[in-house]
Structures are given as structure tokens and as C-alpha cells.
């Protein structure tokens, strides 16, 4: 299937540019910005959890460090969002060293175990230093519209800027699937004990994975923390957040590269129509809706739209 692959891909991108351009509506951007920075999202989680097959349940932790760093330096020190999400990102690939050396030698659900325990450890660090940090009541950043503060009077910017990670992630993410380390990635994750024994180094594979998807996480945490402007730990290091970003990488396609984006398409725009129409009215309905398709997804798709597409396509074809 070269449907936006390659070229394919870049014809897609210009298209979504040009919808930008053209929407005049507020909520509208909204939904494209919160659309691209969970199709982000859901590529770096892929990076580790799709081709590594390592579930990890607790992305949350990487994607708050990445938006308390970048929030705190701007704040504190007037260093710009620019330098400082690329703080961030180096901060998470410190913590996600701390993390992958000791849990790797975890498997299965030890180690998903392990990365929710990660995230609601720094959860409850980021409550207590609360002189630093806000604690609970979090921070609230002033608005200054500028370049150099990642704050911008309309929302168009953004969905730009958004869009830029978007692109940045499918590629990166391609690149490595077509990488020495994104073979290495996809045989341990068939079967690890037989990739070591091929004389692959599964635990630095792992770390590899694992640095490079923290790093992304943390500059997409750091960006949407200027959008809202505005963060606190219940939700920059939620539970539900990584669970909401593995489930969309999971309904659009597990392991691809267009898979996450797909995901991102269907799910958020679902979550947030739901969320502005239904939730106030009718409190708690959007999210039995919500649930009854994830699992009609779950379970009439279970390898994910794209590969059910594309398996669909290639019968047809060959019928």
C-alpha cells in the first residue's frame, strides 16, 4: 500500500497545511492541533512500544518532564520554549536511563508495571516540591504573544507547529523501521530470547528505543504546554493519558509508522466532539460511548485499521 508513503506522505502533509490555512473556526484548530500532537504522541510511544513491543504504560512520565522543564525555565530564567524542550528532552533521556537499565531486565507485564510506578513517582515529587513546581494548584504561564515564547494570538500557529512534530515523528519513525536498529527492534519483539542468541544486543536495543521515544515525548509535552498555557501533575502525568495514546496507536496500527496517525485521525476528533456535545448534558455518556467503540475496534479489528486495510486491499488484488 503507497498511500501516503513517501511522496504520498508529503502530498498529504501540504493538504492538512492548506486546511489550516483555510479554517476560520476556533474549535475546529482545536481539534487539528489536538489531532497531530496525538498522532505525535502515538509515534514516539510506537517507537518503543510498537517496534520494541515493549507496553509501556506510564509515556506520561517523559511528556511532563518535557512540559514542567521547559515551563520552569521560562518562568524562572526567561529561557525560551525552543531551548528549553530541547532541556526537557534531555532531561527524559536521563530518566529514561534511569527506568530502562534496571526494568529491562523485566519482562511482560513486570516492566509495564514498572513505567506506571515511574510516572506516579514523579506525580507525586512534582505535589511535594511544591514551592518549585506549584504542587496540585500547578502554574499558570502568562500569556506574551511572541515567537521566542511559543505563544501566538490565534490558534493557526500552533496547528503549524503541531503539524511540524507530526512530520518529524512519521518520519524518524520510518527511518528507523527501515534502520539496522528497527530490525533488531522487530526480531526481539517476535522473539527475544532468539535475537539474542542471533547475537543481537536486545538490552541496548531496548535503551536505544526507549531514549529516542522519551526524547519526542518530552519536546511534544513541552510544546503543548505553551499552548494551553497552563500545567499540573494530575494531568501532565496521567495514567490516562498513556493509556489514551497506546490505545490510539492500537486502533490505527501497532508497530507501523502510519498506523498511530491513523489512530489519532479517529480517536481524538471522537473524544473531543464527545466531550463538547454530550458531556455536559448528559454527565459520564461520552465515555460509555467512547468505550463501546474502543472495544467493537478492539474486537472486530484487532491487528489495527491500517494492517485491516491494507490485508483488504492486498486480497482483493490478488483474488
Not at 513517501?6 to 476556533?26: E, P
Not at 497552563?230 to 502525568?237: G, H, L, Q, V
Not at 490505545?247 to 481524538?268: E, K, N, Q, R, Y
Request: hydrophobic share 55%; glycine share 10%.
Amino acid at each position: 500500500m503507497r498511500f501516503l508513503k513517501g511522496s504520498y506522505f508529503l502530498g498529504f502533509l501540504i493538504l492538512l497545511a492548506l486546511l489550516v490555512a483555510l479554517v476560520q473556526n476556533a474549535f475546529v484548530l482545536h481539534l487539528l492541533i489536538m489531532v497531530f500532537t496525538s498522532a505525535a504522541l502515538g509515534l514516539a510511544w510506537n517507537i518503543i512500544g510498537g517496534y520494541g513491543g515493549q507496553l509501556s504504560l506510564g509515556h506520561a512520565a517523559f511528556y511532563g518532564i518535557g512540559a514542567y522543564t521547559s515551563t520552569l525555565l521560562f518562568l524562572h530564567l526567561g529561557v525560551t520554549p525552543w531551548l528549553g524542550m530541547i532541556a526537557g528532552g534531555l532531561l527524559a533521556v536521563i530518566a529514561s536511563l534511569v527506568l530502562g537499565i534496571p526494568c529491562f531486565r523485566l519482562r511482560g507485564t513486570y516492566f509495564t508495571l514498572a513505567t506506571i510506578a515511574f510516572a506516579e513517582v514523579l506525580r507525586i515529587l512534582v505535589v511535594y516540591f511544591k514551592e518549585f513546581t506549584g504542587g496540585s494548584i500547578g502554574i499558570v504561564l502568562k500569556f506574551n504573544a511572541g515567537f521566542l515564547n511559543l505563544m501566538f494570538k490565534n490558534r493557526e500557529p500552533f496547528a503549524y507547529v503541531a503539524l511540524g512534530f507530526m512530520a518529524l515523528t512519521y518520519y524518524l519513525s520510518v527511518w528507523i523501521e527501515n534502520s539496522r536498529l528497527g530490525y533488531y527492534l522487530t526480531a526481539l519483539k517476535e522473539n527475544e530470547d532468539g535475537a539474542r542468541a542471533l547475537g543481537i544486543n536486545t538490552y541496548r536495543c531496548k535503551l536505544i528505543a526507549l531514549m529516542i521515544s522519551a526524547f519526542l515525548t518530552a519536546l511534544i509535552g513541552s510544546f503543548f504546554a505553551q499552548y494551553l498555557t497552563f500545567i499540573e501533575p494530575e494531568s501532565e502525568f496521567s495514567l490516562g493519558l498513556s493509556i489514551a495514546l497506546t490505545l490510539s496507536v492500537m486502533i490505527g496500527g501497532i508497530g507501523t509508522a502510519l498506523g498511530p496517525i491513523i489512530g489519532a485521525f479517529i480517536i481524538t476528533p471522537l473524544q473531543e466532539l464527545l466531550r463538547v456535545y454530550i458531556s455536559g448534558e448528559y454527565q459520564g455518556l461520552q465515555n460509555i460511548i467512547y468505550g463501546i467503540v474502543l472495544v467493537v475496534v478492539v474486537i472486530c479489528i484487532p491487528q489495527g485499521v491500517y494492517k485491516w486495510v491494507t490485508e483488504t486491499i492486498f486480497r482483493k488484488r490478488t483474488a
